[in-house]
């Protein structure tokens, strides 16, 4: 990933805690949405999986590298890192996420 737009991603990620107390919980609708619109990266709604239970959640598809950005899943695993960059096809991806594109 190009070193300006992960600037731009931890830049967005940082504003986000701070105007919103429970950051990451319950924001990721609102935060995928800011990084389609800054970034131009498609917002994609599905299910993030965790020991079998399926969590509604909202996400980013970069179509360019065919990878998922993920800024907001460290509220269902704390050892996620606060920027999440997955190839699409990696078997972490395929385990902890079922998708649907909501927006292009």
């Not at 498609?42 to 980013?60: C, L, R």
């Not at 970069?62 to 890192?81: H, K, S």
């Amino acid at each position: 990933m190009e070193q300006n737009i992960l600037e731009r991603l931890e830049s967005i990620s940082r504003e986000s805690g701070r105007m919103f107390r429970d950051y990451p919980k319950g924001c990721c609708w609102v935060v995928s949405e800011r990084v389609w619109h800054e970034l131009g990266m498609p917002v994609v709604y599905g299910f993030f999986m965790k020991n079998g239970t399926a969590y509604e959640h909202y996400w980013n598809y970069n179509p360019d590298l065919d990878e998922i950005i993920d800024l907001t899943a460290c509220q269902f695993e704390p050892e996620i890192p606060g920027i999440l960059v997955l190839p699409r096809e990696s078997p972490e991806a395929r385990r902890m996420y079922m998708e649907w594109f909501a927006s292009s």
